[in-house]
């Protein structure tokens, strides 16, 4: 679907006027959000196609199996990026190990979370119906109080944070396997 315009603007039109983000199977551009990652208004196909080319020509050789549009949910915001005016938002990186929990990671390096955390059992029930040994699952508060999967990512591309319990990270891993 890279450069299939006709089944893109199929597939946009199955949002309607809904609010939309473009992204690989792997990686998004969310740093450049106006300009290759958030299309406000999935009818609007004139916008739509120039963020979509901007994601295809930016995204280059490392263009990921092709292009997925997902419609954008409003999460709780806590900040604005510094550099790119991206929303951020209250997400958490979770991983798993052989479908247990392993650990958990703020999202976002840059801002402060508060001391909330989302409650886990829902998600943990979850990951024991997945078909991976290693994985992330994103999620995020929405904007009415809801906790949701933002997505689900294979666990040996998925970043972890600079600034965070790395170590930690790697403990749980070493103590889960016993």
């Not at 958030?38 to 263009?63: C, M, W, Y």
């Amino acid at each position: 679907m890279k450069n299939d315009f006709d089944q893109i603007y199929r597939n946009l039109s199955e949002f309607g006027s809904k609010p939309i983000i473009i992204k690989d199977y792997v990686k998004s551009r969310k740093h450049e959000w106006n300009e290759s990652f958030f299309i406000p208004n999935a009818s609007d196909r004139n916008h739509a196609t120039t963020v979509i080319k901007n994601f295809i020509n930016r995204q280059g050789e490392h263009l990921n199996e092709g292009i997925v549009l997902r419609e954008f949910v409003n999460l709780e915001k806590i900040s604005i990026h510094s550099k790119s005016r991206m929303p951020l938002s209250k997400e958490y990186r979770l991983f798993y190990y052989q479908k247990q929990f392993l650990f958990q990671f703020d999202y976002w390096e840059d801002i402060h979370y508060d001391d909330e955390k989302p409650d886990l059992t829902i998600f943990n029930h979850l990951a024991q119906n997945m078909e991976s040994n290693f994985f992330t699952m994103d999620i995020g508060k929405t904007d009415s109080g809801e906790w949701i999967i933002i997505e689900i990512g294979d666990g040996q591309v998925s970043g972890l944070p600079i600034d965070s319990d790395i170590l930690g990270f790697y403990t749980s891993i070493k103590e889960l396997k016993g």
